[in-house]
């Protein structure tokens, strides 16, 4: 099987083509992962299932630990895309509520396959302790954009940034906590209920 020897930075999309290769990608990554566990899942396989040569796959994705990394933002943005289109008169007017519920559904969202859900876990945990690729603030990703809105106009940005990046690691250290079933669902919700009603403004 061909691989580099040492992984670098990954490629980004140029052209349509090249974005619906890396979701063909991300895709079959995910069907593998909820269907194998991470530790069944192999590169090879899942360039064979996304119809991609293994060099493909490594252009995009340097490592099986960031590609399940990517597989999580991928379905985060999946979620917040299917979640976020409803007309602003339709929203509540407590972003602490609409935090809390868009973080709790995010949750339950991604616990649908907890072989996957465990994949990029551990994942996200590898990739962390051996250096990401390319390092990006987590409030310029998916989820923390959308916080960022939901807090626009209680603070000055750089504190709306701040409250943001606590919402998504106390989330996350949440998500955790209910996969390993440390706690239970219900009190990872209550938790992140309180979470979002101290950190965001009333």
Known sequence: ????????????????????RQVRILRAASE?????????????EVAKEAGVAIATLYRYFPSKPYLFLSVLEWHIGQFLGDHGSEPPATRTADPATEVADTLIALTGKLLDSRLLASAVAVSSFTEYATGVPTRIDIVERSLGQRLVRLLAGRADADTCRSRARLLVYGWWGLFVAVLTEEISPEQGAADLRLAARLIVPA
């Open 32 to 44: 593998l992962g909820a269907r194998e566990g991470l530790a069944s899942v192999q590169m090879h």
């Open 1 to 20: 099987m061909a691989r580099p020897v040492e992984a670098g930075c990954p490629a980004a999309p140029m052209s349509g083509r090249q974005a619906a």
